[in-house]
């Protein structure tokens, strides 16, 4: 699933290419990909629209809309891509997976990729807070990007009996970070998947406020994880994975000691850790 770093670097390939451009259709091919309001409601109210800017919030995309309060939103889940193909793009080759088409003034098209089909877009405007059209939307946590201190941290985990590694996945707590990084994050770090979140002392909690936004600085600058399904806005893979310190690297020595990398299930997910680095 694409994580905090991959959103924010579709989010800027998008950014230099849609701001100024006008959506003159919008075609809909599989109209459970719409989450609010229905799909025909959806190809209207984003009709004419012209892109303002576009944000970021935990894993959702905002595309600001020229009309105030307008937003088209997205959530590519498992495995859902946003590309800005030129006219000249072989469409019919695309169409098994294309869920979502939006025609653009500047001949372009902005599709919506999803195999896998788990993810959203909604139309919101100001009739509806994001909140009522996307309930999810209000409880997410902390932006990891924003400047966090140990204290902060301490307070977020204080009393919390799940383990770190799962509280670093809990988008209520943090927004944005998955299971990638959530593993690169506690090995570097230098804290088990397995320590409860609550057990985490002062030191831990201060070197992990400045190892998270470290970790996916780096992602972003790395351009992501393609380690199955994520490319950006161009098509274009990432390079994160191949600089992983843990994560994918079952039983491959540590970059550190050298010792064979752990993998254990944990919550239903694979958690990689060096059992000597992290303790």
């Given at each position: 699933m694409p994580e905090l770093p991959e959103v924010e670097i579709v989010r800027r390939s998008l950014l230099k290419e849609l701001v100024g451009k006008k959506i003159l259709s919008v075609e809909v091919f599989r109209e459970l990909s719409i989450g609010y309001p229905t799909p025909e409601r959806f190809r209207k109210e984003l009709k004419g629209q012209t892109f303002r800017?576009?944000?970021?919030?935990?894993?959702?995309?905002?595309?600001?809309?020229?009309?105030?309060?307008?937003?088209?939103?997205?959530?590519?889940?498992m495995s859902g891509r946003l590309l800005l193909v030129d006219k000249k793009h072989d469409f019919d080759k695309r169409s098994k997976f294309v869920r979502v088409n939006f025609m653009l003034n500047s001949g372009e098209q902005l599709i919506f990729e999803d195999m896998r089909v788990f993810g959203r877009l909604w139309a919101v405007s100001s009739k509806i807070t994001l909140a009522e059209a996307i309930p999810s939307f209000a409880s997410l946590g902390i932006e990891p990007l924003n400047e966090l201190n140990g204290k902060q941290l301490q307070t977020l985990f204080h009393k919390k009996r799940q383990s770190i590694k799962t509280a670093l996945l809990d988008q209520r707590l943090l927004t944005g970070i998955g299971n990638i990084y959530a593993d690169e994050i506690l090995f570097q770090a230098g804290i088990h998947p397995l320590t409860p979140a609550g057990k985490i002392n002062k030191k831990q909690a201060k070197n992990l406020a400045k190892v998270i936004p470290n970790t996916l600085n780096k992602a972003i600058k790395l351009g992501g994880s393609s380690i199955k399904d994520f490319v950006d806005a161009k098509g274009v893979n990432g390079n994160y994975q191949h600089s992983a310190f843990v994560y994918g690297r079952t039983g491959r020595k540590c970059r550190l000691c050298k010792s064979p990398i752990e993998r254990i299930k944990l919550a239903g997910r694979s958690t990689h850790f060096c059992l000597i680095c992290q303790k």
């Open positions: 800017d576009i944000s970021r919030r935990g894993k959702y995309l905002l595309f600001h809309l020229k009309e105030r309060n307008k937003f088209l939103i997205v959530h590519l889940r």
